[in-house]
């Protein structure tokens, strides 16, 4: 069966080499089909005679077969390979190979086409959005497509969404920039037509992290253009369970039903999940599927089939590595990571060496970058702040030096040499070398506890350095130089200033509730044993009263889906308008994650903010504090490489503290 070629262009000058032309005998054929089950193509390369007869295909030929990622010979003669049934193996075939020179069974040939128009799609989106960034060029959205009037979509959000609306994609936008309400707009839009066409309501899923699901809800009253009903999923199993039933009764002046869900829900609910054919489903903070052999992924890959339309939304796509994009292409569709499996996708981009003993790969960089590349350019709608909002007030950054006192170095040095054993003892052990380097930096953070004030020899982390055990008995260390620092720094705030202050201990955040309160300094508290009624208020009296002047909060929670300006933007130059603004973040501890770092910090910049805000990280120097601080600002943390965990590792236990000459 004859096919037609598709005339496709790289998107930029070095994939050229990977899709340049062959020059193959004029005789060279391929005959092409699937395998038993249809998933791969089977590459049958041969040269036809004079007389018609079949001979071994030319070199060049056989050369071609180099150029395909994904495949495995099945025989030397006749030349047969079985290779990977993605586009990745269907555009390097159509790049290379001359149409009249492919014949196709009739199952191959229409799996084939669907790669190759998929990919036209995409690459008619790709230019939508390259039109946008270079020319400032604003589609036309649909005619029927409705906007809200007092919260319009910027310039940027009309392309991400019209982008996403025929052709599932990504959002991978910094935080700040608005990602919510264009999948608000894109619910909205598809619900009215599918209501139009079929007198159903429009079937949403939204998984995002526990302590977001109540900031989405309250974003669909603010940017919903059509009537539609939000279900909060929470609760026992029998409470799940007729959330769900509710969910899904007809309503007839509900255009669409949105079920709002947890990732962890997703695994403890999926029997009732999985029977729902959902129209949409929309993954927040998506870098939360980053671990493709996770039980997490197995359940999100399963509901990928359960979805019609789908999307990631992230600020953060490489949370780790690049390799952490794998799944979250894979999210759109089987195969969209250009790649069959996350072996070959590891294999293609990465570079690898034996470690010293010869046990294990070693990532030691990566490769063919250009085509990764141009493949999130037609699958994900990136954009930067400082692209989408350039007139927004910059941050600035600094950092306050706080002494240790004695009382606290003693703990300090004590505790440095107890983990230097433990750490030794943890590195002779034979195990998982990651999970190793994991386990040393979250016993690194102990020391953590001791320059934020506190002392807990039990303490237990999770792989997020996460106390785990925080409700057990703790020891404060007094006086605290850290919370004497935040003190001073508040009472020299004018009166419409308003501060955050972040930590990863909660033992921290009480100590600061208890401080607080004595100094008679009007604040709230955010963090993962807050109730989801107290969350609301403290986001809304922050916002909006005056006299509330700090918001405490734990980077791990309050770091998502939380807008701490300090005032309400819809009532600039109103009445209600009081002049305050956030104006310092103040980071008093933190672990080693980047996310929590970036995702916190952007709660207090993003659409609405109109003064620039100070990031100060309260640090004591030589300690521990001071290498988490480089590591995560600088992004040098890569846990999964034990080396560098190493090079933390001996300067943290090897550097002695010294303290204020006030303090001996």
């Known amino acids: 069966m004859e096919t037609t070629a598709i005339t496709i262009e790289p998107l930029n ?187 159903r309501m429009y079937r949403a899923l939204i998984v995002v992290p526990k302590n977001m699901r109540t900031n989405w809800r309250n974003k669909f009253m603010d940017f919903a253009t059509r009537p539609g009903k939000i279900t909060i999923l929470k609760g026992s199993q029998l409470t799940r369970l007729k959330l769900m039933v509710e969910c ?61 339309g789908k999307s990631g939304l992230t600020g953060t796509p490489f949370a780790n590595n690049l390799f952490d994009v794998y799944t979250q292409l894979e999210w759109l569709g089987e195969g969209l990571s250009g790649f069959s499996n996350f072996k070959s996708f590891r294999a293609y981009y990465g570079r690898f060496s034996k470690n010293n003993n010869q046990q294990y790969s070693v990532l030691t960089g990566y490769k063919n970058l250009p085509v990764l590349q141009e493949r999130i350019a037609r699958l994900c709608f990136m954009i930067t702040r400082d692209e989408a909002m350039p007139y927004l007030p910059k941050k600035t950054y600094d950092v306050y030096e706080v002494e240790m006192t004695k009382t606290q170095r003693e703990y300090y040095v004590k505790l440095q040499k107890q983990l230097a054993i433990e750490i030794k003892n943890e590195l002779n052990k034979e195990k998982n070398k990651q999970l190793t380097a994991t386990n040393i930096l979250t016993k690194l953070l102990r020391l953590s506890q001791i320059t934020a004030g506190y002392v807990k020899w039990d303490s237990q982390f999770d792989d997020e350095g996460n106390l785990l055990n925080e409700d057990s008995q703790f020891e404060s260390i007094n006086p605290n130089p850290k919370i ?49 009624a107290d969350r609301e208020e403290a986001e809304r009296s922050y916002n909006q009263d005056p006299e509330m002047k700090v918001f405490i909060g734990n980077p791990a929670a309050g770091g998502q889906g939380l807008d701490l300006w300090g005032h309400v933007p819809e009532w600039d130059d109103t009445e209600k308008d009081f002049g305050c603004n956030t104006t310092q973040e103040i980071y008093f501890s933190q672990n080693w994650s980047m996310i929590h770092r970036s995702q916190s910090e952007d709660r207090a910049v993003r659409r609405g903010t109109r003064v620039s805000v100070q990031i100060t990280d309260l640090i004591v120097p030589g300690t521990i504090d001071e290498e988490i601080a480089i590591r995560v600002l600088n992004k040098k943390i890569v846990a999964n490489k034990l080396q560098d965990v190493k090079d933390i590792m001996t300067k943290v236990l090897s550097n002695l503290p010294d303290i204020g000459e006030d303090n001996e």
């Open 13 to 199: 000058k070095a994939t050229e080499n990977v899709f340049k032309k062959l020059p193959f005998a004029k005789n060279d054929r391929m005959r092409i089909s699937l395998d038993a089950e249809a998933k791969r193509f089977i590459l049958e390369l041969y040269s036809i005679g004079r007389h018609g007869n079949e001979y071994s295909p030319s070199g060049v030929a056989r050369s071609f077969l180099r150029r395909i990622p994904e495949r495995r010979e099945l025989s030397p003669y006749p030349c047969k390979y079985v290779a990977a049934g993605t586009d990745f193996t269907a555009l390097i075939i159509n790049a290379l190979w001359p149409a009249e020179c492919l014949l196709f069974t009739e199952e191959a040939k229409l799996l084939y086409d669907f790669l190759l128009t998929r990919f036209t799609k995409q690459t008619f989106n790709s230019r939508i959005k390259a039109d946008y960034k270079i020319n400032g060029i604003i589609p036309d959205m649909p005619k029927d497509w409705i906007d809200r009037l007092d919260r319009p979509l910027m310039n940027f959000q009309k392309v991400a969404l019209l982008t996403s609306l025929y052709e599932d994609a990504n959002l991978w936008m910094e935080q700040g920039t608005g990602k919510t309400p264009i999948i608000i707009s894109r619910i909205c839009y598809e619900a009215m037509k599918l209501y139009k066409k079929e007198k």
């Open 248 to 308: 899904f009764k007809q309503d007839d002046e509900s255009e669409y039903t949105v079920l709002i869900c947890s990732y962890e829900a997703v695994v403890r609910s999926w029997e009732a999940m999985r029977l729902v054919e959902w129209d949409g489903g929309f993954l927040d903070e998506a870098h939360m599927i980053k671990g493709y052999s996770t039980k997490r992924w197995h359940k999100i890959r399963e509901l990928r089939e359960k979805c019609n």
């Open 484 to 532: 004497e620092a935040i003190v001073e720094i508040l009472k020299t705030k004018k009166p419409k200033e308003k501060t955050i202050i972040w930590t990863n201990w909660v033992p921290v955040i009480k100590m600061l509730d208890e401080r607080l309160t004595k100094e008679n300094i009007k604040h709230a508290i955010y963090y993962g044993g807050t109730k989801d």
